[in-house]
């Protein structure tokens, strides 16, 4: 038991499987998942040792099935889900299933395997059935690359928008134009800028310079601009006839 600190050597019964997982969600969120298994692993055999419900031994499992997501080893997660499923009833049991659908949706898309829509469109439209929008919370990355992919396939739109805004997700690489950035610019035909997919209105009389300025920055490139070539045509004096 190397992983048992200071403080978790002080601990009994059924608090040492408590501060374990918590010490593994920490863990996780740090970006350590190997450790962040070991701790969750460790919880699981003092539970198990301790003679602990079954549900209470599932609910580490499915902990322990986010370390192998992250780690990139999505059969062995699978696997976990589908040995947690049995052990839970009621919420705890649905968010589960949605943790399975999710992750077998995450490998096709990744793996590029099967059917990814088809399983996007079954995974997301359960999670939105049970309305858990704290989806994979645990792995912020896969949470925001698998909902760039459901927007991409028209998965669920409305619920995936809602869920990126309320938890203020980071969007992936990858995220195009179905991503509901903050802000949006339209540069063809008509020049617009909305906000949560709002158009901004102004009150009054539009900032004209600003606007002109936010376009030339478009137009140059956005990057690498160089501040005299930005500048010049817009706040230059005229010289004088």
Not at 143 to 166: C, H, N, Q, T, Y
Request: charged share 25%.
């Amino acid at each position: 038991m190397a992983l048992l600190d200071p403080i978790a050597t002080k601990l009994k019964g059924g608090k040492l499987p408590d501060y374990l997982l918590a010490k593994g969600k920490f863990l996780l969120k740090c970006g350590e998942p190997l450790a962040a298994r070991q701790a969750i692993e460790l919880a699981s055999k003092v539970s198990q040792d301790n003679h602990a419900p079954e549900k209470e031994i599932g609910l580490l499992q499915t902990f322990a099935a986010y370390t192998y997501m992250a780690t990139g080893e999505r059969d062995r997660a699978l696997a976990l889900m589908e040995g947690a499923l049995p052990t839970q009833n009621g919420h705890a049991w649905q968010v589960a299933e949605s943790m399975r659908r999710l992750f077998d949706a995450a490998k096709r898309v990744i793996e590029e395997s099967g059917d990814p829509k088809s399983t996007l469109d079954d995974a997301f439209g359960y999670t939105r059935s049970i309305g858990w929008e704290l989806y994979l919370a645990p792995l912020p990355r896969l949470a925001a690359e698998l909902s760039s992919a459901a927007l991409e396939s028209g998965s669920e739109p409305d619920f995936v928008r809602s869920a990126i805004r309320k938890r203020k997700m980071a969007p992936p690489d990858r995220a195009g134009v179905a991503w509901p950035w903050p802000l949006k610019i339209s540069t063809l035909g008509r020049f617009e800028v909305r906000r949560d997919d709002s158009p901004i209105r102004f009150e009054g009389k539009a900032p004209r310079k600003p606007l002109e300025l936010l376009k030339s920055i478009i137009a140059i490139g956005g990057r690498g601009v160089a501040r005299e070539r930005l500048f010049t045509p817009f706040f230059t004096t005229k010289a004088s006839g």
